[in-house]
Structure formats: C-alpha cells, structure tokens
C-alpha cells in the first residue's frame, strides 16, 4: 500500500471513529428537537468557553468579553482561532458547534500529517514507521481501570477527581488521541509547536531571514493562541540549545539568535496580556483562578502506562543515536517536557501539551528493541506456542488502547442520555431564546444551577452570575451567596442590594426546583416574572 493510501484510510478511520458520538448527538438533535450543547467528557466544561467566543464573534465582536462572571467590563481579549471560527459560522450560517466540529477534523488532518512525516526523521524503514504513527494516535495509559475500580466501589461522586484517576482520563492535551476529541484549539497549539520545532531544527546551524521571520510569527500566533505553550517551547528550545552546544564544544550562536527573535515575539504577547489582565478584572480574577496543579506522579505514570515502560527502554536506543541532533532533541524534549510538569508554576497540567508524541517515538524505539530481543530468545528456545504468543500480544493491545476506546464509549452514553449538561430540551431552549430577544447585552442572569450558568454564554452572548468554575471571578464565594439567596425566604432589603452589586438583572428558575427551594419569588416585590412555559420562569430584578 502506497504511503498516501496508507495515511489517509488510517487517519480516516480513526478521525471518524472519533467523531461518531458527535455525529449521532447531531442527528438526535435533528429528529428529537433537543439542543446538543457541545459539553463532551473530555474537559467538557472548556467546550461552552470556546463556544462563548464564537457566539459572539458570530454576533459582530471582534475582541470578546468573559461572559461566565458578572463584573462589569469591556470587551479586551483578542481570541483568533475563535474569532475565525465564529465568523465562519456567521458567512456560512451554519452553527457554532458543526463548525467546531469541522474545524477540528480538517486539523485533525493535518496534524496527523505533520507528524507522519516528522517520523520519517527517526524511522527509516516504511513498516516501523507506520506502526509508530498508529502507536501514536492510539496508545494511551491505564487510566480506565482506576476509574473503573471507583465506579466498583460505588463512590464516583466523591472520589472522582484529579488525584484518584490516571491523567489519560482528564489531561486532554497529554495524548494524542484525547487531543483530536477536544478542541480545534488543542489540535492548532501542537500543530504549532510542532512546526516550531521543525523549523528550529532545520535552521540550527544557519542563518536564514526566511525562517527567522517564520519562527517570529509562529511564536506570535502560538502566544496569542495558547500562551502556556511558551513556557513549553522556550523551555525546550533552550535546554536543547545549550546541550548541543556541550556536545559541538562550541556555541550554538544562530540558535541563540533564533531564540531571541522569538524571544521579542514572546514579548509581544507579554505585554498584550499584561496590559488587558490589569485593566480588567473579570480577566484578571480568572487569571488568578486558572490553578491546575500536576497530581502525584504516580498519575502521569497510570496515564501512559505502557507508553512509559516503553519509553525506558527506547531511551538507551536515542542516546546511541544522539550524534544525529534530531535524536538529541528527542531526548531533551521528552526530558525537559516531563520536567516542566512540576515547574513552580499555577498551570502545571498545561505543560503536558504535546509531551504524548516525544514520548510515543522514544516508546516506538523501546519497542522494537524489545521485539527483537523477544524474537531472539524464543527462537533460542525454540518456542512456537502461537496461541500463547497471540494472547500476549492482546493483552497488550488491549491495555494499550484500552482508556481511549472507554472515552469514546462514554462520550456515547453520554450522548443517549439526552440529559444536561449535554443537550437541553425544547422548554428550556425557548425560555434561552427568550432572553436572547429581550434582554440588553449588558443583562446578567442567576441560575440556581452552576450547570446551566455554564451553559448560557455558549449560546446568547449573556453574562452569568456563576459558570465556568475558572472564569467566574471569586467563584467559591459566588456559589455561598447563590446558597443563602435560594436557601431562605428571609433578608429582603439584604437581597435586593445584594442583585444590584452584582449586577444581575434576571433570575431563572426552573418550576419543579422552585418547590424545594425555601426561597419563594412569587412573593417577592422586587422579582417580577416576564416569562413563563411549563418548565421554566424567568424573573426580572425590579430596580
């Protein structure tokens, strides 16, 4: 089979595949007339952030607002990928979440391609090739089975969490695979990165204004895009800089020159983002919130797995190999990468982005050093028990693929449940529209429900009280004033000053929480209802 012949049925498959959950959400959508909201299990609540930027470059900004809190504010963050996107949605009048959805499958392409190619530096034979780039889009850890074990044990609602499961089950950007379900944005930062690396690698020992210019504006998009990323690169680059210049005995003088062009691109985004984070606070709050911190090691180990024990074995075979600078930039990248997991930073977790694929080509090497070891000693021995040599090598496919085959099958269970947060009936898509016809853009809404303060900003361009658990400034103690307002009838005049320090302006209900609340709006004077249908009713705050 023909290279071309290969790559495309191999990535079509598995792209579609992928896809398929999306695809029968879709079609719910189209026959039962419930709303399909994007929310997926992969980084879910992500999705209607994204999605809030599209809906309102699609409504004619062009620089956007954090709608998921209720400060005042002005629109400051500039977003292009969804700034494209959503003007795309608006020239072809399409919706926001099909051209997601497009957009991530036509990247899915090319990034696949990119690296398809990328391993044609470190694997020369056609076979060993086309089995690492199938490694590569589908290995993943272990993670399944300590979420399995949760489930088990019948405790998932308070021991599902980022401390108690492989990182394969919540770092979407840890793995190739996951990476392809999540997000265009995820799928354009590696392509990015990748690109970047490429580049540097080809200009190590030259001086070219060409790519100098290119890796300027790489690094430019890539900051403005994906800021955490810098870290990644400049990590990277430099680290693999100054080893090579070690191992050459001399400087590396166009690679410092390199880094510092992209250095001056870096600091462009520095400044952009400095400037918008101080001068507003709803941004400046999230950025406060945004804390992800690497769990135990222990769970980036579940999260690969095999990938891991593998990669042990292929690192012997890259330091053999490391006169080659591309395999020395292999090794300093997975090294740095892993290092940087733990850098004293507040978004650790964001530093696993593109680490999957230095350690799948290192783990591809460790493999087939392995094969051939194996070979060796049964062939010594004589062994040709194939029924034992097959089961082998399914139990090992299967604790391979194992995590990512569960997340597709959930995504799908997910999907049947016809349930918040993942689609929105009739009732409920009515009383949004509603508010998107007769509302002002600078009106703010209060759910009982922070899973429906998430939802909101991904549909109309509306600010919530309390949403996304990152970007809703001071969100913990946003979700105690939501308790004391719901969870009693009492502290009128305390409530009414309360609705307009915060800005809100309407109040949703839905009719079957409203009899098991303590709070009773009917009775109050300065809640007056506006809209009404069998599920829900919408107040309007009396100034």
């Known amino acids: 089979m023909s290279d071309k012949k290969f790559f495309w049925l191999s990535t079509s498959l ?5 896809s398929l959950p999306f695809l029968l959400a879709g079609f719910i959508q189209l026959i039962t007339g419930y709303y399909y909201t994007g929310v997926n299990f992969s980084a879910g609540g992500d999705k209607t952030v994204y999605l809030s930027y599209m809906e309102q470059a699609r409504q ?24 494209v996107l959503g003007k795309l949605s608006w020239l072809f009048n399409l919706s926001n979440i099909l051209i997601f959805h497009l957009s991530r499958v036509a990247l899915a392409f090319l990034f696949l391609s990119l690296i398809y190619r990328f391993l044609k530096n470190y694997f020369f034979d056609v076979i060993r090739q086309r089995l690492v780039f199938v490694f ?59 690109i970047i690396f490429i580049v540097f690698l080809k200009n190590l020992n ?30 990277v680059l430099t680290g693999f800089t100054g080893v090579y210049s070690i191992r050459q005995r ?36 999230w950025l406060g919130q945004n804390v992800i911190h690497s769990p135990a090691f222990y769970y980036y180990l579940l999260g690969y797995g095999l990938i891991f024990l ?63 070891k194996a070979r060796e000693y049964f ?63 600078e009106a703010v809404v209060l759910f009982s429900s922070k899973e429906m303060g998430n939802l909101l900003p991904s549909i109309i361009t509306r600010q919530v009280y309390l949403g996304h658990g990152h970007q809703t400034v001071n969100w913990f103690i946003k979700l105690e004033y939501i308790k004391w307002f719901y969870d009693n009838n009492l502290d009128d005049q305390e409530k009414i000053q309360w609705l307009k320090d915060s800005r809100i302006t309407h109040v ?22 506006v809209y009404e249908n069998l599920e829900v009713s919408i107040y309007l705050v009396k100034s």
């Not at 980022?162 to 930062?189: C, K, Q, V």
């Not at 510092?260 to 709803?282: D, E, K, L, R, W």
């Not at 892993?338 to 850098?343: H, I, K, T, V």
């Not at 949703?508 to 209802?529: C, G, H, S, T």
């Open 14 to 18: 598995i792209i579609l595949f992928i």
């Open 60 to 83: 004619g900004q062009w620089l956007f607002k954090n709608l998921f809190t209720s400060e005042a504010q002005q629109a400051l963050l500039f977003s292009p990928l969804w700034l």
């Open 136 to 194: 590569t889009m589908l290995a993943s850890g272990l993670g399944v089975w300590s979420f399995l074990s949760i489930i088990l044990k019948g405790t998932i609602e308070t021991n599902i969490n980022n401390e108690t499961i492989g990182t394969d089950m919540w770092i979407s950007e840890a793995n190739t695979f996951t990476t392809l379900i999540h997000s265009p944005l995820f799928i354009l930062s590696q392509i990015l990165i990748l």
């Open 206 to 235: 030259q001086y070219s204004v060409k790519k100098v210019l290119t890796l300027f504006f790489l690094t430019l998009i890539l900051g403005i895009l994906h800021p955490y990323d810098l870290v990644i690169i400049f990590g």
């Open 250 to 285: 001399k400087i590396c003088w166009s690679s410092l020159f390199n880094l510092f062009i992209m250095a001056s691109a870096a600091f462009i985004n520095f400044v952009y983002f400095y400037f918008i984070f101080n001068q507003q606070f709803a941004l400046k709050g």
């Open 310 to 372: 593998f990669f042990l074995l292929g690192l012997p075979q890259v330091l053999k190999k490391s006169k080659n600078y591309y395999f020395l930039f292999l090794f300093c990248w997975a090294f740095i990468q892993l290092s940087l997991l733990y850098f004293p930073l507040q978004f650790q977790t964001k530093m696993s982005n593109g680490l999957h694929l230095p350690l799948t080509i290192i783990a591809g090497l460790g493999f087939f050093w392995l094969w051939q």
């Open 379 to 441: 062939t010594s021995k004589r062994f040709k028990n194939i029924l034992f040599k097959n089961l082998i090598l399914q139990i090992f496919i299967i604790l391979l693929i194992s995590s990512n085959i569960f997340i597709v099958f959930f995504e799908f269970s997910n999907v049947f449940s016809l349930s918040r947060p993942f689609f929105l009936n009739d009732k409920e898509m009515t009383a949004i529209n509603w508010l998107k016809d007769n509302t002002a853009d």
């Open 508 to 529: 949703f209900f839905y009719k079957n929480e409203i009899n098991r609340l303590d709070l009773r709006p009917a009775e109050k004077k300065y809640l007056e209802k």
